[in-house]
């Protein structure tokens, strides 16, 4: 291994935020990326009027709500550091989205909102999390407002999420009493001169002991303060890097990200403690970051980011060696190499081409419709990286057309759009049906949307009595034998994998007891 590869590797943070709705996960990202240095201002996201949307959320319905539902990539150097931020869809509809977000990154920052705690989405997304063994940090967000007590908030986590919390800091007050933080780890009170959300704020360090702690905290508070951080000391573990790299522990910051108060600790704690890029499990060996050959996998793909482009990109996380500017590209799965010379880095709508990444790094090449989420890329090896599925959907919907003479135009947008994922194409073996399946109604609304905005296609989605979805693994010849006997029930997805949509597990379990050797999977990984 390089001097070079190795210090470059060490340098990578690569890492998600994830939340429940309206915990403000749009908000700390755009204040990351103002404590970065990648932007000069940062708009108020959560803003009633919505004067101003957030700058990763790039597709007009998010705009419009204020809601995320695709995954942005964000790249920015911070503190000597390559920070790639990869921003998840906040929507629970969209959850397999955000689960396949989680397969790219080394780290996560987990945002829970004080004012109610640990929520649905949260509990999720943080089992995704510990089922990869992935390191979270916390940040409990909005302390400006009247929320629970610190320490309840730390229970209600420890209890409904199952992982042991460590305060890196303290808050002094909340709601409208919030004055900063105490920082438990250096003993200094961290207290903020002004609350605007556009700038950065200023930030005095002042000793706890100090007659100015006093004086701009108040001798009542340092008094509860004195008492609290006593309390949180004795009740809570140490921070041990080991235990946080296993995903046993998770470091707990407070802050409010509307008003900046705690998102540069936030974003210093991921620079110290975060791990660097490591090793990615493939179907034949573990490939290490280390290794001077090229190898990185697909876990997105997004239609028309730009609608002057009228592109198809496919997120790259690069898993070991260095990609360098018009290098040639094996793509596993079809066994063709590709000559990659435009390769580009995103901040949000800015593009910029790339000319060398390292592992750790979200790079997007163009898609012209052969690139599949999961595939692998190398410098010729036949490698697969695992770990990137489909899930079965649970809702299905009939697409309906209102202008029979964009019958072309339906097809081609429906499938640019299922490709990135966040929703699936069927179509029937027997019929001429396109049968979008989702996890949520959200998405039918999304791609409505879309149809209509970037393709230019009235349409809209009607149900159908199925519910049930599994996918057929079996060889070439026992699935022409269940088309023969079944055909009606089967229909292929964008990936001409074959499988059952029925409106019961009754037709499920007739196949599964006929035919031993089949199996029917409620997950379609990629090999």
Known sequence: MSVKLKKEISKRRTFAIISHPDAGKTTITEKLLLYGGAIQTAGAVKSKK???????????????????????????????????????????????DTYRTLTAVDSVLMVIDSTKGVETQTKKLLD?????????????????????EPLDLIDNLEKELGVECVPMNWPIGKGKEFKGVYDLQSGEVHFYLSNRQDKMNDVQYIDLDSEDAVRLVGESEIGKLREEIEMVHELTPEMDIERFERGEITPVFFGSALNNFGVQTVLDAFVRIAPSPGPREALSRVVMPDEEQFTGFV?????????????????????????????????????????????????????????????????????????????????????????????????????????PMKGKALAKGLSQVCEEGAAQLFR?????????????????????????????????????????????????????????????????????????????????????????????????EQQ
């Open 50 to 96: 919505a004067e101003r949307a957030a700058r990763s959320d790039f597709m007009e319905m998010e705009q419009k709500r204020g809601i995320s539902v695709s995954t942005a990539v964000m790249s920015f150097e911070y503190a000597e550091k390559a920070m790639n931020l990869l921003d998840t869809p906040g929507h629970n509809d969209f959850s397999e």
């Open 128 to 148: 995704v999390c510990k089922l990869k063994k992935t390191p979270v940090i916390t940040l409990m967000n909005k302390l400006d407002l009247e929320g629970m």
């Open 299 to 403: 876990f997105k793909i997004q239609a028309n980011m730009d609608k002057n482009h009228r592109d198809r990109m496919a997120f790259i996380r690069i898993c070991s060696g260095v990609f360098n500017r018009g290098m040639t590209l094996r793509h596993v799965r079809t066994g063709k190499d590709s000559f990659v010379r435009n390769a580009i880095t995103f901040l949000a709508r800015t593009r910029n081409l790339v000319e060398t990444a390292y592992p750790g790094d979200i790079i997007g090449i163009p898609n012209h419709g052969t690139i599949r989420i999961g595939d692998t890329f190398s410098e010729g090896e036949d490698v697969q990286i695992t770990g990137v599925p489909n899930f079965a959907p649970e809702l299905f919907r009939r697409a309906r057309l209102r202008d």
């Open 428 to 524: 029937p073996l027997s019929g001429s049906d396109y049968i979008i399946g989702a996890l949520g109604e959200l998405q039918f609304q999304v791609i409505t949307s879309r149809l209509m905005v970037e393709y230019r296609v009235d349409a809209d989605f009607e149900s159908i009595p199925r519910n049930v979805c599994r996918w057929v693994i079996a060889d070439d010849a026992t699935k022409q034998q269940l088309i023969k006997l079944y055909e009606r029930d089967l229909f292929y997805d964008n990936n001409q994998n074959l499988c059952i949509l029925s409106d019961n597990t009754f037709r499920c379990n007739q196949i599964a007891d006929k035919y031993p050797d089949v199996r029917l999977s409620k997950i379609m």
